[in-house]
């Protein structure tokens, strides 16, 4: 039991659309960073939100959009869907820049 | 930019056999580094994290790891593996505050044979 939930588990989209995926943590942490996995890769960070402020990002473009509220849930919002954007997407309380509990992920299909 | 390298992409190892998994890590000054564990269809746990100090660390489930500044390397080692130590193993680093994520390798998948 990580106290990170995702949801939903699996989804599958069509490309150009938008999907929002959800993470909560129980933790208490006010650090929420989120991963994408691609299939046999290691994860790539996408970005980190502190304090409902994103303050790190990765090689994302901006059509990968977070938002964190202020019981530290938070969104990973994607616009414009792509057949690549089809990975595992993480979510990880961190800590001074640890990820130390990670959700089980939500694995996105795009077609 | 700081890089991971994990050379083994399979590594195959007898029910109580020791174990270690290999990873060298590119950045110019001494960076934070880590381990974690993925299992099938779950995601990521911390195994240890070594940011100063001793070069020695120790973690759960009876792993530990060695920084080794000349070699540039962070080996994971357990004395002696059990069948459900099989999963992908990741190697990661970070850099300054965090803010810039982890950089983590492209794992090692892990095979116990009985």
């Known amino acids: 039991e990580t106290g990170v939930t995702q949801s939903p588990t699996h989804l599958i989209k069509t490309r150009g659309q938008q999907v929002t995926l959800r993470c909560s943590s129980q933790s208490g942490h006010n650090t929420v960073s989120w991963y994408q996995q691609a299939l046999g890769q290691g994860p790539q960070f996408i970005f980190q939100?502190?304090?409902?402020?994103?303050?790190g990002r990765g090689n994302f473009p901006p059509r990968f959009s977070g938002l964190q509220f202020p019981n530290y849930s938070s969104e990973l919002n994607v616009n414009a869907l792509e057949l690549d954007d089809s990975a595992l997407y993480l979510c990880a309380s961190t800590q001074a820049g640890t990820p130390l509990h990670f959700g089980n992920g939500t694995r996105l299909t795009v077609t | 930019a700081q890089s991971v390298t994990q050379p083994d992409i399979h590594i195959t190892v007898s029910e109580g056999a020791s174990l270690e998994l290999r990873c060298n890590y590119s950045y110019g000054a001494t960076p934070y580094l880590f381990w974690y564990v993925q299992s099938p269809g779950q995601g990521l746990q911390l195994l240890l994290k070594y940011f100063s100090g001793d070069t020695l660390v120790q973690g759960i489930k009876g792993f530990e790891a060695e920084f080794k500044r000349s070699q540039s390397s962070f080996n994971l080692r357990k004395p002696s593996v059990h069948w459900s130590d099989a999963a992908e193993y990741f190697c990661a680093v970070v850099t300054g505050g965090g803010a810039d994520g982890l950089t983590f390798g492209k794992g090692t998948h892990l095979i116990i044979q009985p």
């Open positions: 939100y502190y304090r409902e402020e994103e303050n």
